[in-house]
């Protein structure tokens, strides 16, 4: 089933600019991964917001034109890391913070899947689950924005 954050969340990230994908881009980076997309990413994320939110995730990479060279930067960044383990081939990399860590999930794990993160010098020799679900990292990163956001009003 997939958890579908609140209508609040969808309704303020709106207010701040948010601007979503089309189907037809959807269906054009699932063609290009190979890929179909958890419906908990798309819901949530590509449709409500997927190719900007204002201030909201500003200077992280996540949006629609940065995710296909997201999944090649990560690759790059591993291997400059020697880290011993390599993205598993269902692994989709949607976010990505200033080139030293990143997070994904598989495609095989479901339609809200767990949230992995690698970032560069962690002394963990293997991906770290963050999150049990997609909607959960979602959700966080909002949380976050809006304790910033009350700290410095946009």
């Known amino acids: 089933m997939t958890v579908i954050l609140s209508t609040d969340w969808i ?7 948010a601007i979503s994908c089309s189907q037809t881009e959807i269906q054009a980076l699932e063609t290009a991964i190979g890929f179909s997309l ?6 949530n994320f590509l449709i409500p917001l ?6 909201f995730l500003q200077g992280e990479d996540c949006f629609y034109d940065q995710l296909l060279d997201l999944q090649s930067g990560a690759r790059e960044l591993l291997l400059e890391e020697k880290f011993p383990e390599v993205l598993p081939a269902d692994a989709f990399v ?5 080139g030293y860590q990143f997070a994904f999930f598989r495609i095989g ?5 767990p949230v992995y993160h ?3 010098g962690q002394e963990s020799q293997t991906f770290q689950r963050i999150h049990d679900r997609l909607s959960d990292f979602l959700r966080a990163e909002w949380t ?4 910033w956001r009350g700290a410095n009003p946009v």
């Open 144 to 147: 976050l924005f809006e304790q």
């Open 50 to 55: 997927g190719k900007g939110a204002g201030v």
């Open 11 to 17: 309704s303020a990230a709106t207010n701040l600019g």
């Open 94 to 98: 949607f976010w990505m913070h200033q």
């Open 118 to 120: 690698f970032e560069e």
């Open 38 to 43: 958890p419906s908990a990413y798309i819901q």
């Open 109 to 113: 794990e479901g339609e809200d899947p």
